[in-house]
């Protein structure tokens, strides 16, 4: 058993271990030398490339895929209490370890640098940890996607640094301690769980509250919530700011795109840095200046990490180039919030120059189509057409009355150019009958809608 590796986790069994969380945690584990199994809902490339790491995963939940010699069960909060095998755990008397705190012991005796906020989470650790290893610090992460294959989620470096990606959607980010912290933006979403902005607030002062005596808490100069957050916090821990604001510490001078690039130049201890981010859009050259400011703060070279950056080009399901059918290009993206729609919509009109832009959009979750299904429409009137699916519930039940039909009617209301799509297969069709050549077509949303891209290019291809 390799050093760190807590002992109620040398057998861990993961319930919904394909998910992209719990899907890294098993990974590192199986790294360190545990004996890992799970079980997942349905077959995918996770679970096969979980196997490949030597992870026993099973397929559906049942309580006999509980293993008698598991040490622990690791669960997330989708995880229903009524589930055949965390049932199971409580009659063998086993103990139950929420993903978070898993997390948190991998963790112990590292430098981890935690990544938080609405928006741009994957994406800024992805840089971390993209960065980090092309400086050769060999960096152990934890990222909520996919770098370039299944599986590519999380390692176990040999360096003495963790980046992981911190979520606030359960307030689980209680959970670390991080020497530095990043805050993006602080907005209301995850409205199952949150009632109100000051409970947001509340819950990221407790984040930023459990950085280390002497840690550094890099925060958006930029974002609203991210600026009242800093006010709350009053100084209480030290803290580096960023963004295009004037009193940013590390200042934004300049984003440049450059086709599906950007040249980014900032003001940092009153000295010009030029590099580039090799991923379109202002949001995610933002991005990239929090983790230079993270990486700065931790002791590493502004010059070194900037070069370093350039070695990011992308995450799994973040502006994704699919393929290119009938003169066509689909782009994958994991937008789902309205914030996130409109960034990723006004990145891909910067870069498309005069294409049109057409979107397959999913909506995710009925708590947040409730509270911003008009807000969704409105940012949905950014492309030139769209179709709208029904809503992805994942572990959620219904809500009567709130379907897909609140993005629609507030996506005409705004003058876009909108189709309800209510069966999943016809998508294709519908998306291709709209297409002609030099279109850029977006699937986006967080749930399965991602399934549709390479069917949308099949049937673009029949053309």
Same mark, same amino acid.
């Given at each position: 058993?390799?050093?760190?590796?807590?002992?109620?986790?040398?057998?861990?069994?993961? /319930?919904?271990?394909?998910?992209?969380?719990?899907?890294?945690?098993?990974?590192?584990?199986?790294?360190?030398?545990?004996?890992?199994?799970?079980?997942?809902?349905?077959?995918?490339?996770?679970?096969?490339?979980?196997?490949? $790491?030597?992870? !026993?995963?099973?397929?559906?939940?049942?309580?006999?895929?509980?293993?008698?010699?598991?040490?622990?069960?690791?669960?997330?909060?989708? /995880?229903?209490?009524?589930?055949?095998?965390?049932?199971?755990?409580?009659?063998?008397?086993?103990?139950?370890?929420?993903?978070?705190?898993?997390?948190?012991?991998?963790?112990?005796?590292?430098?981890?640098?935690?990544?938080?906020?609405?928006?741009?989470?994957?994406?800024?650790?992805?840089?971390?940890?993209?960065?980090?290893?092309?400086?050769?610090?060999?960096?152990?992460?934890?990222?909520?996607?996919?770098?370039?294959?299944?599986?590519?989620?999380?390692?176990?470096?040999?360096?003495?640094?963790?980046?992981?990606?911190?979520?606030?959607?359960?307030?689980?980010?209680?959970?670390?301690?991080?020497?530095?912290?990043?805050?993006?933006? !602080?907005?209301?979403?995850?409205?199952?769980?949150?009632?109100?902005?000051?409970?947001?607030?509340?819950?990221?002062?407790?984040?930023?509250?459990?950085?280390?005596?002497?840690?550094?808490?890099?925060?958006?100069?930029?974002?609203?919530?991210?600026?009242?957050?800093?006010?709350?916090?009053?100084?209480?821990?030290?803290?580096?700011?960023?963004?295009?604001?004037?009193?940013?510490?590390?200042?934004?001078?300049?984003?440049?795109?450059?086709?599906?690039?950007?040249?980014?130049?900032?003001?940092?201890?009153?000295?010009?840095?030029?590099?580039? !981010?090799?991923?379109?859009?202002?949001?995610?050259?933002?991005?990239?200046?929090?983790?230079?400011?993270?990486?700065?703060?931790?002791?590493?070279?502004?010059?070194?990490?900037?070069?370093?950056?350039?070695?990011?080009?992308?995450?799994?399901?973040?502006? $994704?180039?699919?393929?290119?059918?009938?003169?066509?290009?689909?782009?994958?993206?994991?937008?789902?919030?309205?914030?996130?729609?409109?960034?990723?919509?006004?990145?891909?009109?910067?870069?498309?120059?005069?294409?049109?832009?057409?979107?397959?959009?999913?909506?995710?979750?009925?708590?947040?189509?409730?509270?911003?299904?008009?807000?969704?429409?409105?940012?949905?009137?950014?492309?030139?057409?769209?179709?709208?699916?029904?809503?992805?519930?994942?572990?959620?039940?219904?809500?009567?009355?709130?379907?897909?039909?609140?993005?629609?009617?507030?996506?005409?209301?705004?003058?876009?150019?909108?189709?309800?799509?209510?069966?999943?297969?016809?998508?294709?069709?519908? !998306?291709?009958?709209?297409?002609?050549?030099?279109?850029?077509?977006?699937?986006?949303?967080?749930?399965?809608?991602?399934?549709?891209?390479?069917? /949308?290019?099949?049937?673009?291809? $029949?053309?």
């Amino acid at each position: 058993m390799a050093p760190g590796l807590p002992v109620a986790m040398d057998r861990p069994h993961f /319930i919904g271990i394909g998910g992209a969380g719990m899907s890294g945690i098993a990974r590192i584990l199986a790294q360190r030398g545990a004996a890992v199994a799970g079980s997942d809902a349905k077959e995918s490339a996770t679970a096969d490339a979980l196997r490949e $790491q030597g992870a !026993v995963v099973h397929i559906g939940h049942a309580a006999d895929h509980l293993a008698d010699d598991a040490t622990c069960v690791v669960v997330s909060s989708a /995880i229903r209490p009524d589930n055949p095998e965390l049932v199971r755990a409580a009659e063998l008397g086993l103990p139950v370890v929420h993903r978070s705190d898993a997390l948190a012991a991998l963790m112990d005796g590292l430098r981890p640098i935690a990544v938080a906020g609405t928006h741009g989470k994957t994406t800024t650790t992805s840089m971390l940890a993209v960065a980090l290893s092309a400086l050769g610090l060999n960096p152990s992460y934890a990222i909520g996607g996919d770098l370039d294959a299944p599986g590519s989620n999380a390692l176990h470096g040999t360096g003495d640094i963790f980046v992981a990606e911190a979520d606030e959607s359960d307030r689980s980010f209680h959970a670390y301690r991080p020497e530095v912290a990043i805050v993006l933006n !602080v907005e209301l979403d995850h409205h199952a769980n949150y009632a109100s902005m000051e409970e947001i607030y509340e819950s990221f002062e407790t984040f930023a509250a459990r950085i280390v005596p002497g840690g550094t808490l890099v925060v958006s100069a930029d974002h609203p919530g991210a600026r009242e957050l800093t006010r709350r916090l009053d100084g209480t821990v030290r803290t580096v700011t960023y963004g295009e604001a004037e009193d940013a510490d590390v200042r934004v001078l300049s984003i440049v795109p450059q086709g599906l690039r950007s040249e980014v130049t900032v003001l940092l201890d009153d000295r010009k840095l030029t590099f580039a !981010v090799s991923v379109p859009g202002r949001h995610y050259a933002l991005n990239a200046v929090a983790a230079l400011a993270a990486g700065v703060a931790l002791g590493i070279p502004a010059a070194d990490l900037s070069g370093a950056i350039a070695a990011y080009t992308g995450v799994k399901r973040r502006l $994704q180039l699919k393929g290119e059918a009938a003169g066509v290009q689909v782009i994958d993206s994991y937008a789902h919030h309205p914030t996130e729609m409109t960034a990723d919509l006004e990145a891909m009109r910067a870069a498309a120059g005069g294409s049109r832009i057409l979107v397959a959009f999913q909506p995710h979750l009925f708590s947040r189509t409730r509270e911003l299904g008009k807000e969704m429409g409105r940012a949905l009137a950014l492309a030139d057409a769209s179709a709208v699916l029904d809503i992805y519930p994942a572990r959620e039940d219904p809500i009567p009355g709130v379907t897909s039909e609140l993005i629609v009617e507030a996506a005409r209301a705004a003058g876009a150019d909108v189709t309800a799509v209510h069966d999943r297969d016809e998508v294709p069709e519908a !998306v291709a009958g709209m297409a002609r050549p030099g279109d850029l077509v977006l699937t986006m949303g967080a749930g399965d809608v991602t399934d549709l891209g390479p069917r /949308i290019l099949d049937r673009l291809a $029949q053309q």
